[in-house]
């Protein structure tokens, strides 16, 4: 679309949910419209108070390109959090532009050469982290970010860094709003009022972001689970509705993965229109191989599966769909916030060479050994699931030298990802590039601060966007109004975890006036899939195809040896190792497919 005055051309995927409040103020100061649409809003904006202003007016959801054709740039900007994808590069002196990788290998003149660094983490963590993509000189553009391109820079290219803070490059994106910015002022300025005001602010800021959500000229429903979050945006979206607000779930027959029971009873509370389907694994496991096709580079965050599933159940229903995206990494719910924190307050009372000593000793036994030593000694012992597998991950976490190094160990799926690329070396991410941490003393509020800047857009908005897209469904995230964010970073850490194992103190408080605790208290579950068991079993000649190790030295990407034995292993049931495995399957499926 072009602007009034002809100088701006946009192209653009999102939503401003604001647009209206925007269009009357622009329309006070003389503009004038021919639609209705946000886009047109949008570009009077810049006409009228110049592109970063106008940015960070916008409350939403976005990536656009947008063309001057006075100064004769494209600027390319991404939303403060990274809900929707933008990818650019170079395919020689052709700067390329687009919402999916798809977009930029059809042009003709684009090289496909896979990036080995950027494999190499992925294999780390199950996805790509920003700003590298699986191809060499493909980017992701960073959220928060804005990058100007002109005959200049495209001149310039090899000056260029896709690092926002990359301190020696010729030209990089720049950053128009800064996570560690509001994290680290939120820390030096914390929230001074009582529980009861904090209460009453966070209430009033996350009815706002979900009623600016529900704006939509098309059906409107929301992915419920029963958990906090989709619970409270559920409860917020009834509570501003004259009609039952449709609601969707996706059950499980296996006790250990299935929600559903429990969203039905926070459905019926609330009183939803409420619709769950119960998947069979061979409906689960006939997703699988859409997946590549879907994520467009190697994506290994196995909840892909149900989150397809629901997304496809809701989109026969309606068009936008609300999730309670977010509330975990700004609220503490993952469970390493809690006992990661726990556990280095013991190590951190042992010496090293103690630590390294224990950690000698518990990998001296298999974790079939251990398996063993504790059916015969249970009695005397705690409970505990796989205790074979949890000592030696325990291991690995003892032999390390401060607690950043165990975050990276707890959400590390290979340790050593060269062990297996060949040619792979890992390059500086935003997870392990510690000199451009915010700087917080917390070791807490840095876990939760990594995984707002790379965990939560790369791997869970990525699942999210890439899934309900597929489908031709809207996802909204009203968690991760840039407003409540920058208000969770001003909380003490003492209003979201209150006591030892429970996170979300707050946002359960906001909860409880509407739905019982007692619907909603219970032991946080992933939406997961029985990964292990299908790969042992239903998975197992397509995996196998996959690891083949004559098929592995051929294509040449990755060492056969270590996968090998721990898809024998795996096989074998001595020990789980489902998470790395659907790292390789996972490349292996995309790169099949290429």
């Known amino acids: 679309m072009a602007s009034g005055s002809g100088r701006y051309v946009i192209s653009y995927n999102g939503e401003i949910y604001n647009f209206t409040e925007l269009r009357s103020e622009l329309e006070a100061a003389g503009a004038k419209f021919r639609g209705h649409s946000d886009t047109e809003v949008m570009l009077a904006a810049f006409e009228e108070w110049g592109l970063e202003r106008a940015v960070r007016r916008f409350v939403g959801m976005f990536a656009f390109a947008l063309w001057d054709r006075e100064r004769r740039t494209l600027t390319l900007v991404r939303d403060r959090v990274g809900i929707k994808p933008l990818y650019f590069g170079w395919a020689g002196k052709t700067f390329l532009f687009g919402s999916e990788l798809k977009a930029l290998r059809a042009y003709k003149g684009f090289h496909a050469e896979i990036d080995r660094g950027a494999l190499a983490s992925f294999m780390r963590v199950g996805y790509v982290p920003a700003p590298l993509s699986i191809y060499k000189h493909v980017y992701k553009l960073s959220a928060g970010c804005v990058l100007t391109v002109g005959d200049r820079e495209l001149e310039a290219a090899e000056g260029f860094s896709p690092d926002p803070d990359a301190r020696h490059a010729t030209w990089r994106p720049v950053r128009y709003w800064s996570a560690k910015e509001y994290a680290e002022a939120g820390c030096a300025f914390p929230f001074k009022g009582s529980e009861t005001e904090a209460v009453e602010q966070l209430d009033g800021l996350l009815r706002n972001a979900v009623g600016l959500r529900m704006i939509a000229d098309v059906p409107l429903g929301a992915f419920l689970s029963g958990g906090i979050d989709s619970s409270l945006v559920v409860a917020l979206m009834q509570a501003q509705s004259s009609r039952p607000i449709r609601t969707f779930t996706v059950g499980f027959h296996e006790a250990e993965y299935n929600e559903a029971i429990y969203a039905r009873k926070v459905a019926e509370h609330i009183g939803t229109d409420h619709t769950e389907l119960y998947v069979s694994p061979e409906q689960a496991r006939a997703v699988i191989p859409r997946l590549s096709a879907m994520y467009d580079e190697p994506f290994a ?3 892909q599966i149900p989150t397809f599933l629901v997304s496809e159940l809701a989109r026969r229903h309606v068009t936008v769909a609300l999730s309670g995206d977010g509330g975990d990494e700004l609220f503490a719910g993952y469970n390493r916030y809690f006992w990661g924190r726990r556990l280095w307050r013991y190590l951190d009372l042992l010496p090293p060479s103690i630590r390294r000593g224990l950690a000698g000793g518990i990998t001296s036994l298999s974790p079939a050994t251990w398996a063993d030593f504790f059916e015969r000694f249970g009695r005397f012992l705690p409970v505990v699931t796989k205790p074979g597998d949890k000592l030696h991950k325990l291991a690995a976490l003892l032999a390390l030298p401060d607690p950043d190094s165990m975050y990276l160990g707890m959400i590390s799926l290979w340790k050593d990802p060269a062990e297996i690329v060949v040619q792979g070396v890992e390059p500086l991410t935003p997870v392990t590039d510690r000199a451009n941490w915010a700087t917080l003393q917390d070791f807490t509020m840095r876990m939760m601060y990594l995984d707002l800047i790379t965990y939560l857009p790369d791997d869970i908005l990525t699942k999210v ?14 968690l991760l109004d840039h407003r409540v964010v920058e208000f969770a970073w001003r909380l003490p850490l003492s209003f979201k975890i209150r006591q030892e194992g429970e996170g979300k103190w707050l946002l359960r408080r906001v909860l409880d006036r509407y739905v019982p605790r007692q619907l909603i208290e219970r032991p946080k579950m992933g939406f997961g899939v029985p990964l292990g068991s299908w790969l042992r079993g239903p998975l197992r000649e397509w ?15 990755l060492h056969p040896a270590a996968i090998r034995r721990k898809w024998a ?4 049931g001595k020990r789980n190792w489902h998470y790395p495995l659907w790292n390789v399957l996972m490349f292996q499926a995309w790169l099949e497919r290429e």
């Not at 083949?548 to 030295?553: A, G, K, S, T």
């Open 301 to 303: 965050d196995s909840s």
């Open 465 to 478: 966007d890439r899934a309900s897209m597929a489908v031709g469904l809207e996802a909204r995230v009203p």
């Open 543 to 557: 995996a196998e195809e996959l690891l083949d190790e004559q098929r592995l030295h051929r294509e040449g990407y």
């Open 569 to 572: 292993e795996h096989l074998s």
